[in-house]
């Protein structure tokens, strides 16, 4: 009968403690910890400055030309800069990722998949990459392990200062702690205005990008319009598609 009454209780007891946050969790390893000692007050500093919270959800993009990396957090229903930092280094050149070993930044719509709080290089964010586009477009063996990271040293991946690299972790930390499920990365050739188009789309070397990049400066173009993070589809055939854009009607 004591068995029978035991049992019960220490459920209770057990459902009554509180989970481990994932922000709590990540603060359990050393360079996290150093992280937010080190860039705490001044990310929330920098969301009272927007007026939002630390906890809201945040978009990121990169332009590889540029070597511009942005962070956006969520205010209401648009998005506003929470701040941008120039990406330490990349290798590579404009153009897609297409294969292991090619050294390239992939160029376009991903999402952070992993965070890796003990990295070879300090912190990293690591990206869904290969997607579906990626996966449909690109023959194996496609690579893999492309990283949002510190230690300012790249292989196809977006290289930052350990000081940048903290501040990022800790951002998109406290947005998953926050219950961002996603936190999605647009990452562009360039910035994809009008003027760098036409300027751009003039060069032979790069028309072999032309489809993609006419699809990434859609993708561009509607969040620089609403600062609403645009719903992006990949269609059978590898196609960054607009949800709701009339193809058939505006031409595709």
């Keep these: 009968m004591r068995n029978f009454i035991f049992v019960p209780v220490l459920f209770f007891l057990t459902s009554m403690v509180p989970s481990e946050s994932f922000e709590q969790r990540q603060r359990t390893f050393p360079r996290v910890r150093e992280a937010f000692e080190t860039m705490e007050s001044r990310i929330q500093q920098r969301c009272a400055k ?3 919270s630390s906890a ?5 993009r990169a332009f590889k030309e540029e070597k511009e990396f ?3 957090k969520l205010s209401g229903n648009k998005y506003v800069l929470y701040d941008s930092f120039r990406i330490c280094h990349t290798s590579g050149t ?3 990722k297409k ?7 992939p160029e376009g719509v991903y999402h952070i998949q992993v965070f890796n709080p003990a990295s070879n290089y300090h912190l990293s964010l690591g990206l869904n990459y290969p997607n579906k ?3 449909i477009v690109n023959k194996a063996p496609r690579g893999g392990d492309i990283y949002i990271h510190g230690d300012c040293v790249s292989a196809g991946c977006m290289a930052m200062t350990d000081i940048q690299i903290q501040e990022i972790y800790s951002v998109a930390v406290l947005a998953k702690s926050g219950g961002q499920e996603n936190i999605p ?3 562009f050739p360039y910035k994809m205005n009008i003027k760098n188009v036409i300027a751009y789309g003039k060069r032979p070397e790069y028309k072999q990008h032309a489809v993609l990049w006419r699809q990434l400066q859609m993708v561009f173009a509607e969040f620089e319009t609403k600062h609403q993070i645009p719903e992006v589809v990949i ?6 598609l607009l949800a709701g854009f009339d193809y058939a009607e505006k031409g595709k």
């Design 50 to 52: 927007i007026g939002v």
């Design 56 to 60: 809201d959800p945040i978009f990121i």
């Design 70 to 72: 942005e962070i956006w």
């Design 94 to 96: 404009l153009g897609p």
């Design 99 to 105: 294969k292991q070993g090619d050294l390239q930044v």
């Design 133 to 135: 586009r990626d996966e």
């Design 185 to 187: 990365v647009h990452v």
């Design 235 to 240: 269609d059978a055939k590898g196609n960054y």
